[in-house]
């Protein structure tokens, strides 16, 4: 089964209170750790992928200490979306081939005129897997050539 999600970005003030976006995007992903046809288990075979719009640990971010209080990265929404992997019992495909001490991106704002050299990406594209697939996958790389054009740089097979 491949769910594909998206889940909405969250606007840029990550307070709830503040935003209407911030609380739909927390609420979107307290539903996702509780959708049960998201837990696969056993021999089940499902795949995860989409823009999650969160980049859950330290190295999924260009500066960990400076994007502690911008969307995508606050403490609540990385607890949040690490939960629902959790809980459902997923294997991200990124992190189970490259070390947390690297640093990952997927995604370079479309605002900077310099992305490639500032490098200031955010891992928020992400390919989840049940267990029963995680032996079955045989490359994964992020190709930061398609960031200059249309289409998103993370491939799978």
């Not at 459902?88 to 690297?102: C, F, H, Q, T």
Request: aromatic share 8%; with cysteine.
């Amino acid at each position: 089964m491949l769910h594909n999600f998206y889940v909405p970005a969250g606007g840029d003030i990550p307070d709830p209170a503040l935003i209407q976006n911030s609380s739909t995007k927390l609420r979107f992903l307290d539903e996702m750790k509780a959708c049960e046809p998201l837990h696969p288990r056993g021999d089940d075979r499902h795949i995860l992928v989409g823009d999650l719009n969160v980049a859950p640990h330290e190295n999924d971010v260009w500066s960990h200490k400076q994007l502690l209080k911008v969307v995508s990265h606050t403490p609540i929404e990385c607890e949040k979306l690490l939960a629902a992997q959790t809980h459902g019992e997923w294997v991200d495909v990124a992190r189970a081939r490259i070390p947390l001490s690297e640093k990952v991106y997927t995604w370079w704002s479309y605002r900077a005129a310099d992305w490639t050299l500032a490098d200031r990406g955010r891992r928020l594209d992400h390919i989840w897997v049940s267990r029963a697939l995680k032996d079955g996958v045989s490359d994964f790389r992020i190709t930061k050539d398609a960031r200059a054009g249309n289409g998103r740089p993370t491939t799978c097979r």
